[in-house]
Structure formats: structure tokens, C-alpha cells
């Protein structure tokens, strides 16, 4: 067990900002990652059906792989879903809420602290919830800013267009005097020069991604599951089931590993079961 992949999902390339942290804090560590694209976006689709959607991937993801852990890295998919597979599978489960939310309580300085998120994120209240629950005296506003997926997506990053949708975008937390923006989705770390812009020097930008592959760190060792080989494993498998060339033109932009070769997965064959092992 030791010697398995950990497993990372998402529902479109987002989570590859997770995977990128994961690989650097971990190097000796194998990596399989799943992205969506074929039935992204999530932020608008209810629960259940995002359960059912993280429930077979991870389904895949054991079959294909016998990970030995799983990162939600997807904020959606772990509001909707981070408790039933916790439940559902014997081996451990991570999200990227609490860590974001535990990293963004650390943060701030005036107690006063911006979300952004999916729409999906947003209702769920879970960022809400979870950073009063660790304090509460801190005043949340959360902010739905689903369109900044579709420019993660594109890989429109910097581009005029780009910059007056974030500028947009983020309007309404521009007289809140938040000092910390928790980017609670996993595409937004890619949008970060455009979100700092926009909200300004003085307030921090907290990134779930890096706080939950700390997390992972820690949960390998108090699991007995670190790979203890010391051999370097910079490569990682990826799977899609969009179009794999936008994958993989997009994944070479971002991560140190190049190039990446993913794999098309027919959502069918996710379709297939929806029991986990």
C-alpha cells in the first residue's frame, strides 16, 4: 500500500494546481489524477449529483490504480461529497475546504475575509461554516464567481478579456476592507496575478491547494502510508474525459512536469458502476 499512487480528481484542470503542490511537497510519491471536463461544470449542479460523479471517479481511480489515498481537489465536489466518501472508503479521504478555511483563519489580521467560489461552493455555506467554527469572530463574505472557471478553462488567463471579468467579477468585496480572499475553487490560483490586481496589495490571497497537500504530508505519516523507497517519482498519470491535446496543452503550462501525456476515459466507462471498491 505504501508503495500506491495517491489519487486526485477534479472536474476540470483546476485541481492540477493541487497536483502540482502535491508533486513538490512529495516527490517520492506516485500521482494519478482525474479531471472531468466532460461534464464540467460542477458549481452549478445540485448535490447528489456531484456525489455520484466523485463516487465513481474514485470508483475508477481504485480500480485503475489502488490509490492509497484521495484528494477531492475540486471545492465542489467536497462540499457535496467529502463526508459520503469518507465514510464510503476505507482508505483516507482529503478535502480542500478545511484546510483553505483553516489557512485563511490563520491569515487575516482584522477578521474580516472573502470566498470566492462556484455557485455549488457558495451555497453550500461550507467556507462559511468552517471558518467560524474555528473562529468566531471573523465576518465571511462569500462570492459566487462561477465564469472565472470557463477562463481557467480556455487557458484565458491574461488577457484584456480576462482581466475585466475577474475585475467584475470580484466587484462587491471591493468596499467589504476584507485583508484575506480565500480562492475556494482550484482553477482560481491560475487567475492569481488578475485577482491581486484587482483586490490589492495589502489583502492576502489564501490557496487551499498548497494547505491541503500539507495536510496530505501529514496524514501519509500518521497513516504508516509514505512511500518509504526514496526513489523520485516526478511523473505522474492523468486521465480526462474531455479533450485530451486542451489537457495536455493546458497541464504543460502549469506543472514542472513535461510533457504531460494524458489519457481519454469515456465517461461511460465512469458510468459503468457507481460502487466503490
Known sequence: MQNS???????????LTVLKEVQRLLPTEKTVFLGDQARLPYGPRDAAEVTTFTRQIAGFLQRQADIKMLIIACNTATAAALTTMQKELIIPVVGVIAPGARAAVQATRNHRIGVIATSGTVKS????????????????????????????EANDLTSAHAQSVVKTGLAPLLDKNIDTLVMGCTHFP??????????????????????????????????????????????????????????????DNWLEETPVRAHHLPVAELTQTTEVE
Open 190 to 251: 491560475l487567475l492569481r496575478p488578475l485577482i491581486q490586481e484587482v483586490v490589492g496589495p495589502d489583502v492576502t490571497l489564501v490557496d487551499p491547494g498548497t494547505a491541503t497537500a500539507n495536510m496530505a504530508t501529514s496524514l501519509l505519516d500518521y497513516w504508516n502510508l509514505a512511500n518509504p523507497s526514496g526513489v523520485q517519482h516526478p511523473a505522474g498519470d492523468y486521465f480526462t474525459t474531455g479533450d485530451v491535446d486542451r489537457f495536455n496543452k493546458l497541464a
Open 125 to 152: 455555506d461550507q467556507y462559511q461554516q468552517t471558518i467560524l467554527a474555528k473562529d468566531p469572530h471573523n465576518t465571511v463574505f462569500s462570492l459566487a464567481t462561477q465564469n472565472f472557471v470557463d477562463l481557467v
Open 5 to 15: 499512487p495517491i489519487g486526485l480528481m477534479d472536474s476540470g484542470v483546476g485541481g
